[in-house]
């Protein structure tokens, strides 16, 4: 998984990476949905949440579903504009998902912080929530 880091180091959102040009980088599809993973280095929870997306059976869903970016956002304050043109003003905890269908239409808003308790959730459980976003 390109996108990803390895989950072990303590940086996995890089501060330096230019997100923008990233995700516009990304080919919209319906086969693949772009998954912007929101998080920051001292969130646990995020960390938690990169740390599954890199184990099996889940790193083989997402990697054949989605298309995943890390985006750091610092302490709310870096790369805000990119959950800020989807609507989202304020993130209410980390991660935050993006889920963007080939239309650029922002999937999940409703839910969009789901797995803000990622340490206490299990990987079977993002795949469940992932899976409606793929199209068969």
Known sequence: MSVMTDPSRNHIFDPEAPAAAIIAGL?????????????????????????????????????????????????????????????????????????????????NAQDYNIFRNARTRKPEEIIEYLLPFIVH
């Open 27 to 107: 080919k919209p599809s319906d086969e693949k949905k772009r998954l912007l993973i929101l998080g920051a280095n001292w969130c646990p929870d995020a960390k938690a949440f990169t740390a599954m997306l890199e184990t099996n059976p889940l790193a083989a869903f997402v990697e054949s579903h989605f298309q995943p970016v890390l985006i750091d956002v610092g302490r709310y304050d870096h790369n805000m504009d990119i959950p800020t043109s989807f609507g989202l003003k304020n993130l209410d905890g980390l991660p935050s998902l993006i889920i963007l269908g080939a239309d650029d239409q922002f999937l």
